[in-house]
T-cell receptor, first 112, second 114 residues
């Protein structure tokens, strides 16, 4: 069945460091792919999405490219800030039907 | 502001008590769902609905009931609370047209069962 696998954390980076959080998926057909962010004590917020192969989603300096050939949707940011400290979830929406699958989340801490 | 509203934000129950977690959205989304979030386990789907009058079970439905009498509301009922139901509960909604186009989440209900 469809599933999402993302790198385990926690990840700790210094401010202005480069961030990559890996996400790979297994799916039938052409799913939509998402990254969500959860700040402490809050719900999940949609960070970015891509709905077809080679699409690049971007928001707040974060980017992810939908790679069909490697079944990946890695999250990147060139220079992280302390305010980026949060838990990041990769997610997949099946090509048809109701199913929506989340990864287990990656905790990021950025230190000054 | 448009969005998903969950109440209450915090709740403590005794084992065996029942309660209803409220969820309302004002975006006219067809699709609504309930998730629970537990440490190290990510988000697990409890129940979902693709429209008023239509509900279905997710991955972990036991001990929970739902109904969807209106497009806006999707309450989650705990029938007889157990300590294993201690968790953070999130309601989410989305536009749906044969596939899910991405959720809007509520801010969560933190439930403790003692």
């Amino acid at each position: 069945g469809d599933s999402v696998t993302q790198m385990e954390g926690p990840v700790t980076l210094s401010e202005e460091a480069f961030l990559t959080i890996n996400c790979t998926y297994t799916a039938t057909g052409y799913p939509s792919l998402f990254w969500y962010v959860q700040y402490p004590g809050e719900g999940l917020q949609l960070l970015l999405k891509a709905t077809k192969a080679d699409d690049k989603g971007s928001n707040k300096g974060f980017e992810a490219t939908y790679r069909k050939e490697t079944t990946s949707f890695h999250l990147e940011k060139g220079s992280v800030q302390v305010s980026d400290s949060a838990v990041y979830f990769c997610a997949l929406s099946a090509a048809t039907g109701n199913q929506f699958y989340f990864g287990t989340g990656t905790s990021l801490t950025v230190i000054p | 502001n448009a969005g998903v509203t969950q109440t209450p934000k915090f709740q403590v129950l005794k084992t065996g008590q029942s309660m209803t977690l409220q969820c309302a959205q004002d975006m006219n989304h067809e699709y609504m769902s309930w998730y629970r979030q537990d440490p190290g386990m990510g988000l697990r789907l409890i129940h979902y609905s693709v429209g008023a009058g239509i509900t279905d079970q997710g991955e972990v439905p036991n001990g929970y009931n739902v109904s969807r009498s209106t497009t806006e509301d999707f309450p989650l009922r705990l029938l007889s609370a157990a300590p294993s139901q201690t968790s953070v509960y999130f309601c989410a909604s989305s536009y749906y047209a044969g596939r899910n186009y991405g959720y809007t989440f509520g801010s969560g209900t933190r439930l403790t069962v003692v």
